[in-house]
């Protein structure tokens, strides 16, 4: 049955390819094509290089962005037509190098000639905009499908013919331009449009990373992990083919889909990195039980060996640091941080804990409480008092997204001013700023600033007053302003879709910054903090210097 | 090493006595460092001992080691070497083949001693090496400032004294900074730290100056270079060295000179403190005293004679020692080259994993 079924499925996507190649090819994208939606969630396939590049234009979009009804049809396309075998492989590799020609089509067309309004009633309406936007964006937007796929570089503007080339300019101008290269292709917000062969668990994983209630570094690599167990578990080789060689392309399409919900993080793909090497060293004539088996095996020992035990590791290491008496400052919330403060407090050590936050996440909220609950003294404030919270700090502990190959600590965004801040020997004592980091999140990548790689999140999030954005309902007035309490708990279910008509006014007098010009907003989400201003990152290697990364780093990969 | 000569009378009751040992080969051979001695002092005791199996020579070894970090004040020096033998240990026992966990246990036993002496051997032998990588620095009409009793540093000089034509002509010039704190405790008679070093300096036609630790600024201007030697070295590329190092480091970034580092490389330390109080040792340096205390202090001491018992072993002034952080140090002298601070913790690694 299950068997059958991803047969099935496979046959769908395949004629479903070969379906798409014939319509697309010859002539412009066909607006009418209910098939042309699959590709356009699969931009490319899944290629490591690239999967921590930040692709997606994070710009959050309240209209699902494709109809559901086109998946369907072009499985009931494929149940007609039975195919053989050989006959399918062919057809899949033409249609594979036909999608690359075309998506590289794509790409220049729209970095070049993205002025050409495209005949699409698929308006990607943004929450303020012009009433008459609106109207098409709610509208049709609902049902009509996008026909040619979104276009890199022209985000989810310009598609409602004529007035949008102007509406686009306007968008263009939206991008801070040093930035302008992260703006990737626009950040999913449902999971409408997915393909099909997406598995269930892929897809729950995807929104949960997009509402940012599976945040954190570690958080993202352990849940991505277990849905492509899950994932596995659920397998079933295609006839014809063996598991080595098609599940690897089988989850790099969870992959692609993965991260259009969002920028995979470094751990993420350092994992999955890990996990197709694996998969590619599974003997072809294992049989297909006992490799699931041993597949799952290893995707749990690896979570135990890199993220469970290291974790228990460094927090045994860095609790060793903390003193009696010690004021410790740390920067958002970081699971690691936490776990070491909470080890080191259970053994009897009596300090206290200084956590800075920012905006727009909060991070910090939740280990305030937690910490608070748990005994410990501590004190809350935002990044802009860093300096009076620093006066009397003597430690700094922060966790890491990453650690690049020449020491910097990518994280966070506003890491790097506590560190520095730390550093800055204004009172004549040097703080130690020490990093807890496992070494699943190190790259061989080198980052000598913020600018060249980084992640945009949806500017809107900077809006709201007073409560953090919803960061499911684009529209900062959605109705129910969610209490950050409840978005920090991390058990906040995602709002259901908005039926919401974008309110014009607004509480956030940048509401409509959209249609403001001459303003831009920025959110990005992390920063480099240079190797000179980290003292330590503990790892479950030992305690080093920043400056031993990348040696650790090849250690931990060649192994 | 008070309680040195009390150890040894024990040593002849007690079956084998690790500290004793430790303490015996250090003062017999004046050359010897001490992760060489805690090393060596392993050597015998695995010598002596009668285990007959791979996890019963690690619990002993295990069981010593901590004993002896225990008994000595100040442990940082000697833990080096311990850790380096017991990894060293563990290594030849997983390596695959003869000397395997398969092998002959006797036949293990026999290598591990063997190579555990030529480990001991090479490591004398690491001083030349390093005087040999470092003579390059000291070039003509320079004028080395350097302090303490580091027989590495002293090597390194004498060395390039040696080869620059000895008493004939004379190429540098050395500033000696002698400690204080020797006097100032129990043998005030006792010459200072080094002193012997500058009286063989002087007698290769070196001409060498003395300062107190006071004239440390004063003289930096004079001085091109400074060379320190190092009890250990911390895996941030820091070193742990005799008190006042901290502080010529600190002008000598001030004033702008290069400040290199004499080392064996097996005096690196699994260690990374943070700071100068973040060190695994208690210092009585500074101590806040009143009157009253100073008084309550004269009296405990007229009416308890001497308790040498458990009680934890506080290190006295003259023996204390400071933490340089990497970034005040230019470079480090090491039989293995001449390394950046931060290439150190690259060679631990190496040595670790």
Redesign the interface.
Known sequence: MNRKLGLRRSVGRLWHHFFFHKMTEPSDPAPTAPVSTPASSAPGQAQPATENSPQTLPIRDSKPTQPTGDAPASTDGAADKPLSPAELKKKAKADKAARRIREKLEREGGTTGSTTPTPSVGAQARPPSTPKKDATGTGSAQKGPRAPPPRRGSGPVAQTGSVLVEQKKKKDDKKVSVFGHLYGQQRRVTVAGATKEVHHAILALGMQLMDYTICGSSARCVATLIAFKRLIESYTTPMGTSLARHLTTHLSSQITYLSTCRPLSISQGNAIRALKLFIAGIDPSTPEASAKISLCEYIDSFIREKITVADQVIADSAAQKIQDGDVIVTFAGSSIVKQTLLLAYNRGKRFRVSIIDSRPLFEGKSLARDLAKSGLDVQYSLVHSITHAIKDATKVFLGAHAMTSNGGLYSRVGTALVAMSAKERASGVEIPVIVCCETIKFTDRVALDSIVVNEIADANELLPMDTPVSLVVPNPDAHVPPTPENKKGGNRTPAPEPLVTPHKTSSSPLADWHNTPNLQLLNIMYDVTPAEYVDMVITEMGSLPPSAVPIVHRMVTNL | MASTTSDAAVADTKPFDIVATYNELLRSDADLTMPIAAIEALVLLLTQSASSTISETLDLLEKSTAHLKRSIPNPIGLSAGTDLFQRYLITTLQRPGQLGPAGDFKAIRTHLLSNGRLFIRRAKESRDKIAAFGRGFIRDGSTILTNGGSRAVAALLQKAADEEGGSSAVRFRVIYVLSSTSQESKHPDEEPEGMETVRALRAKGVPVSTIPESAVAYSLGKADMVIVGAEGVV???GIVSRMGTYQIGLLAKAIGKPFYVVAESHKFV?L?P??QY?LPIEQQVVEFKSEEDLAEERKQQSSVADTNGDTPIKLPLCDSVDFTP?HLISALITDSGVLTP?AV??EL?KI??
Do not use: A, V
């Open positions: 895996e941030n590329g699994r990374y943070l700071g973040d990497p931060s913790s690259e690694i670790w994993f």
